[in-house]
Nanobody
Framework: QVQLVEFGGGLVQAGGSLRLSCIHS????????MGWYRQAPGKERELVAT???????NYADSVKDRFTISRDNAKNTVFLQMSSLKPEDTAVYYC?????????WGQGTQVTVSS
């Protein structure tokens, strides 16, 4: 019953910014750990950032100091603010929701960074 929908991706020049959003359709959103992952063509899906139900965050080294994950529990939404984008950030970005052993994924949103 949980559905995740991402939006906000697009084409941006290197050095630019984008803000991704993910809307969680289910209940008890505030109890879920949320995350953003990305997958470039021919590569494995990798962790970008996570935020726990308590608000603790974790980032991949490649995006630290450039990306910020946040959540708005009143709107059942998690965000990924991306700045100083690099061509290597180009990927499909996926939203993830996790609670205990249960997990849900969004369909992904494309982010393309041109040089």
């Amino acid at each position: 019953q949980v559905q995740l929908v991402e939006f906000g991706g697009g084409l941006v020049q290197a050095g630019g910014s984008l803000r991704l959003s993910c809307i969680h359709s289910g209940s008890a959103f505030s109890m879920y750990a949320m995350g953003w992952y990305r997958q470039a063509p021919g590569k494995e899906r990798e962790l970008v950032a996570t935020i726990t139900s308590g608000g603790s965050t974790n980032y991949a080294d490649s995006v630290k100091d450039r990306f910020t994950i946040s959540r708005d529990n009143a709107k059942n939404t998690v965000f990924l603010q991306m700045s100083s984008l690099k061509p290597e950030d180009t990927a499909v970005y996926y939203c993830n929701a996790r609670i205990f052993a249960r997990e849900a994924w969004g369909q992904g949103t494309q982010v393309t960074v041109s040089s």
